[in-house]
């Protein structure tokens, strides 16, 4: 269950690939995994082969708790690939830790996802697939590769591209984000699907080869960033090196990277579409405060992916920029309480306000985006309750109205407080004294990556894939809207018991 005062958009997963006959890899893995944590805390695994038997180790927890030097050492293995996972899409339970491992008669394979399928129902259903047979998209695939398999013919199962067989006949098949690393005995594979939803690199190590999710996996292991992989592009890494090949459609072919990678999901020091993301923020700053200016004492970023839109703010307001935030670094993800007055508590068991930085001044709050706007409201009441004169809150995103299939977990309709409420609206709910966002045009400017293709769907409603989606003025709609109202005016009373917001 999501935390109710965790407001940020959630991810799904990170992944890792690595080939390097000479060199660690289960601690090359873990490494990687560790540098992908933000992007998923719920279970951590890896799996690593001999060139005979593939060995998983996998488990619920962050990286650092599920292996060990004594874990690390009986994975020995001259390729793997390794997981870190949030639950879009399957229960979070450890049946759903991943790599997902399966063995037909002649073969075994792993496999790590990032992303979400968004016609999981329609291929279990071709596929006879009965319910709870697979817990989860990424289990689907991995049925849907081992069935592959063993339809092949004896001759064609004795031959050592098996996989990558598997994969053609398969791949075409997938709607949605999927950004895949697999292994058999003797390969590493890295898929991106033809929008390219989620991020995908390449990285060369003296020695070998490292697929991840982001350029400071490849950091962290000495590995030096080569390229992304191409939307719809597929590479095989073996004993002869990199092979690319094209399994999907060209007509299919449509690049769409989240938008959200930098705005919030990407690591400060991630290099997406050539850009420096943290740089990008900084100009999400400089863009909010062209766009939406404001008189105050100081700006104010909340930790930690609105403080570079802070600080390019302040540059560009030349209004004093200070830290009014203190973020406890050894809270986990989710807060859970008896009540909602204790749940609110969360905020401050994350965030605490720096009063003498706060006390008397006109604030200008700068975050990243809102979702249900339960954590934004605790947090304005918070500042007030430390003393402040005014409360100007700017969003490094446009308003988040519509919910995210490829991958983003924030919900249904019913949960958006955008897109039942105008910014007039949520400004009064949320206890600002003003509220704006950055325009979807200046957020792209920002990134520096105009024209290269973005998803931007969660701000637009533009969803570039076929989705099961309810548009404006049906039955669904409506009911959201009406369902949403009901929440908030139970939730209110007990918000925030000991604020004014």
């Not at 695994?45 to 060990?68: E, Q």
């Not at 003296?206 to 950091?219: C, F, I, K, M, Q």
């Not at 949320?430 to 045009?441: H, Q, R």
């Amino acid at each position: 269950m999501a935390d109710p005062m965790d407001d940020s958009p959630r991810e799904a997963c990170g992944v890792v690939g690595i080939y390097a006959p000479h060199d660690p890899v289960a601690h090359l893995n873990y490494l990687a995994l560790y540098a992908l944590q933000h992007r998923g805390q719920e279970s951590a695994g890896i799996a690593v082969s001999d060139g005979d038997n593939i060995t998983v180790v996998k488990d619920m927890g962050l990286v650092a708790t599920v292996f060990d030097d004594r874990t690390l050492v009986t994975l020995d293995g001259h390729l793997g690939i390794g997981h870190t996972r949030y639950s879009t899409a399957g229960s979070s339970s450890w049946h759903n830790a991943q790599p997902v491992f399966r063995s037909t008669a002649d073969h075994q394979f792993v496999l790590g996802h990032n992303g979400n399928l968004t016609n999981t129902a329609k291929l279990a259903e071709e596929t006879s697939i009965l319910p709870g047979m697979v817990g989860s998209d990424s289990d689907l695939i991995a049925e849907l590769l081992a069935i592959e398999i063993s339809s092949m013919s004896s001759s064609i199962r004795s031959q050592d591209k098996v996989l990558e067989r598997a994969l053609q006949a398969v791949l075409p098949r997938l709607e949605g984000a999927f950004s895949l690393v697999l292994a058999d005995e003797e390969r590493v594979i890295g898929v991106r699907d033809p929008n390219g939803f989620r991020p995908l690199c390449l990285g060369r190590l003296e020695r070998g080869w490292v697929l991840a999710s982001e350029t400071p996996a490849l950091d962290i292991v000495g590995a030096h960033f080569l390229r992304e992989l191409a939307p719809g592009e597929m590479v095989v890494i073996n004993g002869d090196g990199v092979r690319s090949s094209r399994p999907f459609p060209e007509e299919r072919v449509d690049p769409r990277l989240c938008i959200f990678e930098f705005v919030y999901f990407s690591r400060p020091d991630s290099v997406i579409y050539g850009q420096s993301v943290h740089h990008a923020r900084v100009r999400m700053g400089e863009k909010l405060a062209e766009q939406s200016p404001v008189e105050a004492d100081l700006v104010m970023g909340v930790p930690e992916s609105g403080l570079p839109a802070a600080e390019g703010f302040s540059r560009a307001s030349g209004i004093p920029y200070g830290q009014g935030l203190v973020k406890n670094r050894y809270i986990g993800r989710t807060f859970i309480a008896p009540s909602q007055q204790m749940r609110s508590m969360g905020v401050r068991m994350k965030l605490n306000p720096l009063r003498d930085s706060i006390e008397g001044n006109r604030l200008v709050v700068v975050d990243d985006s809102i979702v249900r706007g339960t954590t934004t409201r605790a947090l304005v009441a918070m500042l007030r309750e430390a003393g402040a004169a005014e409360v100007h809150l700017r969003i490094s995103s446009p308003p988040y109205r519509w919910p995210c299939y490829f991958g983003m977990d924030t919900g249904d309709r019913t949960e958006l407080v955008a897109a039942h409420l105008s910014v007039a609206e949520m400004c009064d709910y949320v206890g600002a004294d003003t509220l704006a966002f950055i325009d979807i045009e200046g957020l792209t400017e920002a990134t520096g990556a105009v024209g290269a293709g973005f998803c931007n769907a969660c701000l637009t409603g533009d969803y570039p894939v076929e989705v099961p989606v309810a548009p404006p003025g049906s039955i669904a709609y409506r009911r959201g809207a009406a369902q949403f109202a009901d929440a908030q005016d139970e939730l209110a009373p007990s918000l925030w018991a000991t604020g004014d917001g």
